[in-house]
C-alpha cells in the first residue's frame, strides 16, 4: 500500500509540470533572494485639532521619526520632500503622492485636549503601495508632560505593526552617571528614557555605586554601594527614591545583583574567605541560599527569562569563561569555548542567546552566542566595551564604551543583534553600566 | 701457324706504348702540396719591448724654431703695463636704527591634541615558528563593505549627487548652444550596497598585509592519493503520507482552475521566468522583518494585467510555513510590498505569452536572507 501511494505521488508529481505548462496552471517562481535595506516612511506632522494641541502637532510626529529612524530599520523622508498633505485625520489618503516619494510606510494622527486638559492623540498606519491601513487606528490618552511617553508609544506600535517584533522606545535606563577626573571620578545612580531625555538622579556622588539592575517591572533597582566601606546590595525604589541596605553576613562582600524574573528573588556573588561563590536571597524573608561552593570565582549571574537556569562567568578552569546552570544550583555546563576571557553574560529576553563581554587579543568586545554556546558572533570591538543590557524586545544591546588615556570617558552606546547600527547614546557626561528597564505600563 | 696481321701488330704496339706511358710517365701521380713558408726569429723580451715602444712613440718633429738663449748683458725689456691701483674701498653707510627683520608669515595652526598614551608597555609576542612574518598564508579575501543595504549583488557607492533609483540611468542634458535640446534626464544610479552585513569586530583595521609571505617548500610527492569520505547520506524522513497528500492536494488543485482560465501557447522560457524573479526580489526588503517573520516561507498568488503590472487587489497570502500567523502575515506585506512597488511600471514580459503568466504563485522564501 505504502508503495502503491508513493508511486502514485511520483506520478502526480511528474504530471503537475505538464500541467502547469499546458493546462493552464499559474506561473510558480520562487523568490529566495531579496535585499535588507532601511524602510522609507513618513511621518508629517500631526493635525492639531484644537489650538491648545498645536504645540504637540510637531514634536510628537518628531519624537516618533527618531525612534523609528534610531532603529536602522526605518529611513524617514524628510518633510521638505512630501508632495502629500495630511489636513484632516479621517480624510481618506492619497496614496499616490506618497507613493511618488517612494514612502512605504505612512503614519497619520491628530492631537487635541480633552476636557481634561489631556492629550488625545489618534494615529494609523498605512501601507503605502498597496494602499490600505495597516491594522486599526488607535487614540492615546495622557497628561500634556508626558507627551513623549505618548509619542514613544505610538512608535512602538508602528515599530511592532510592521517589523512584527514588540518595541522598546517606552522604556528606561537606570545607569552610573560619572563626572570628574578619572582618578577622582564621582559616581552617581540615574535613570533617563532610552534615548537619554528625562534625566533623573537617584543618589548622590557621596559614595561609589555600581552596577545597577532593574526590576522586571521597572519599578525597583539593585546596585552595589560602597556606603560602608564594603560593597554592598541596597534596593532602592524608583518613584520615592527610598532605599534599604540587603541583609548579608558580616565580613563578606555582596555585588553583582540581579533580579529574578518575578522579582521575588535576588541572585548575587558573595565573596566570604576570599572565594566567591553564588547566593540567591528571597527578598521578603532575606534569607539567603547557596548556590555554588567551588574554590574558583563564580560572578555576574543572571536568569534565563524563565527562571529556570542561570548563567554566570567562573574561572574554574583557568580563565573567566561562561557556564549554565540550573537555577537551584548543581552541576554547571560551559558554553564559552573561544579564544579570550568571558564575562558579564545576559541572557535575552527572548531566551533565545546570551549577550556577553570578551576580551581576546588586547581588546574588548560585546558579542552573542546561543545558549548552547553555538553560533558565537562578535558585534562590537574597542579599547574597552563591557557590561551588555538587552532592550525589552531583545532585538537591540546597550553597554558601556570607554575610551583610551587620561582624558578617556565611557559612554553608552547601542547596536543591533546583527551587528548593524552602532550608535551613541546621548547622556550628560560619563554613563557607564546601564541596565535597561521594560517597557512601561 | 696462324698469320699475324699487320694492323694487329700495329694496335699491340700502340697498346704497349701507351701502357708503358701511364706506368712510367707518372700519369696517376699526384704532387705534393706546395706548403708556404716563413722564417721565424727568435726575439728576446727586451728586444721586443724595444720594438714596441720605437711603435708607440711619437714621430719626431723637425725642423722646430728654437729661441736663442738672451746674450750676457743685454737690459731686460721694459714692462709696459702700470703698477696696479690699490681698488677704492667704499665704506658701508652707517643708519641709526637698523631696519627691523622681517619675520616670516606663519599660518596659525592649531595646538595639536594630547596623544593618548598607553601606561602599559606593549607585549612582545614571540613567533612560535621560524618565520619570517606571521601573516596569513594565502592573501586576505576582499572584505565586504560595510554599507546600510545588504543585496545579493554588491553595488560601489554612487556619486553624490546621483539620485537613487533602481536603474541606473546617464544623466542628460541640453548642451551648450545646441538648438534642439534632447529630452533631460535625471542621473539615476542604484543604491550602495553590500553582500553580507560586516560588525563593528569583523571589520579589518587594514585590508592589506604586512609583509609577503615566505614561499612554501614543495611538498613531496604524496605516497599515494587521499580519497575524500563520501558525504554521509542524508536521513530519509519518514514523511512519505504527507509527501503523498501534499502532492496529490497540489495535483488536484489545480483541477479547481477553470478552464477559461488555463494558460495556453508557448510556455515562460528560462531566461524570462529569471528576468522577473530578479525583478521582484529587488524590491524584496526584508531588513525590517522580526526575527521569526525571517523564518517563515509565505506563497502569495497575484494576477497580472497584460500591461505587465500585478493587480494589486488580487494578491493574496495561499499558505505559510514556518512561523506563526502574525510572522506570516509581516511576511506577506513585505511580500505584496516587492511586487506592486517593482510592478509598477510593469514587469517586462512577453505579450504573447500572457496566458502563461496571468496568474502567478511566487513562494518567498527569506532562508538565505536570515543574517548574511
Partial sequence: MRFFLTLLAACALWAMP????????????????????????????????????????????????????????????????????????DSPVEFADWRAINAQALVTGAVSLDGAGRLVVKFRIHDVFAGQELGRGQQLVGEQDGWRRIAHKVADQVYSRITGEGGYFDSRVVFV??????????????????????????????????????????????????ETGFPR????????????????????????????????????????????DLYTMDIASGRSTRLTSAPSIETAPSYSPDGSRIVFESDRSGSPQLYIMEARGGEARRISFGQGRYGTPVWSPRGDLVAFTKQSKGRFHIGVMRTDG???????????????????????????????????????????????????????????????????? | MPRVNTGQIISGAAHAAVIGWVMLGGVFRSDPPQVEVVEAVAVSSE???????????PEAVADVDTPEPPAEGEAAPALSSGADAAPEARPPEARDTPPPDSVPEVPARPAPAPADVADEAPALSVPAEDMAALVPETSLRPQPRPAPRVAPEPVAPSEPDVRVDDVARPEVAPEDGA?????????????????????????????????????????????????AAAPAEPPVPDTDRDAVSDALAAALSDESVPAARRASGPPLSAGEKDALRVAVQQCWNVGSLSSEALATTVVVAVEMAETGRPDTASIRMLRHSGGSAQAARQAFEAARRAIIRCGADGYELPQEKYAQWRDIEMTFNPEKMRIK
Fill in chain 1, 18 to 89: 505538464a500541467t502547469a505548462q499546458q493546462d493552464g496552471g499559474p506561473l510558480r517562481l520562487e523568490i529566495t533572494e531579496g535585499v535588507i535595506e532601511p524602510m522609507p516612511f513618513a511621518v508629517p506632522d500631526l493635525v492639531a485639532e484644537s489650538a491648545q494641541a498645536d504645540d504637540f502637532a510637531s514634536r510628537i510626529a518628531r519624537v516618533v521619526a527618531t525612534d523609528l529612524s534610531g532603529t536602522g530599520l526605518f529611513r524617514e523622508i524628510p518633510a521638505q520632500a512630501h508632495i502629500g498633505r495630511i489636513t484632516s485625520f
Fill in chain 1, 177 to 226: 552617571s560619572e563626572s570628574g577626573p578619572k582618578d577622582r571620578r564621582a559616581k552617581r545612580l540615574a535613570i533617563m528614557d532610552y534615548d537619554g531625555a528625562n534625566l533623573r538622579y537617584l543618589t548622590d556622588d557621596s559614595t561609589i555605586v555600581l552596577a545597577p539592575r532593574f526590576s522586571p517591572t521597572g519599578d525597583r533597582v539593585l546596585y552595589t554601594s560602597y
Fill in chain 1, 233 to 276: 546590595i541596597y534596593l532602592l525604589d524608583v518613584a520615592d527614591v527610598g532605599r534599604r541596605v540587603l541583609p548579608t553576613m558580616d565580613g563578606t562582600m555582596s555585588f553583582a545583583p540581579r533580579f529574578s524574573p518575578d522579582g521575588r528573588t535576588v541572585l548575587y556573588s558573595l565573596t566570604q574567605g576570599g572565594n566567591t
Fill in chain 1, 374 to 441: 553555538s553560533e558565537e558572533r562578535l558585534l562590537t570591538a574597542s579599547f574597552l566595551d563591557e557590561g551588555p543590557t538587552w532592550a525589552p524586545n531583545g532585538r537591540v544591546i546597550m553597554f558601556t564604551r570607554e575610551t583610551q588615556g587620561e582624558r578617556g570617558e565611557a559612554r553608552l552606546y547601542t547596536v543591533d543583534i546583527t551587528g548593524r547600527n552602532l550608535r551613541q547614546v546621548p547622556t550628560d557626561g560619563g554613563a557607564s553600566d546601564p541596565s535597561w528597564g521594560p517597557l512601561q505600563e
Fill in chain 2, 47 to 57: 728586444e721586443y719591448a724595444a720594438i714596441m715602444a720605437r711603435q708607440s712613440a
Fill in chain 2, 179 to 227: 538648438e534642439v535640446a534632447g529630452e533631460e534626464q535625471e542621473a539615476t544610479a542604484p543604491e550602495e550596497a553590500a553582500t553580507e552585513i560586516v560588525t563593528e569586530a569583523e571589520r579589518p583595521e587594514t585590508p592589506a598585509p604586512a609583509a609577503s609571505v615566505r614561499p612554501r617548500a614543495r611538498p613531496a610527492r604524496a605516497a599515494e592519493t587521499e580519497t
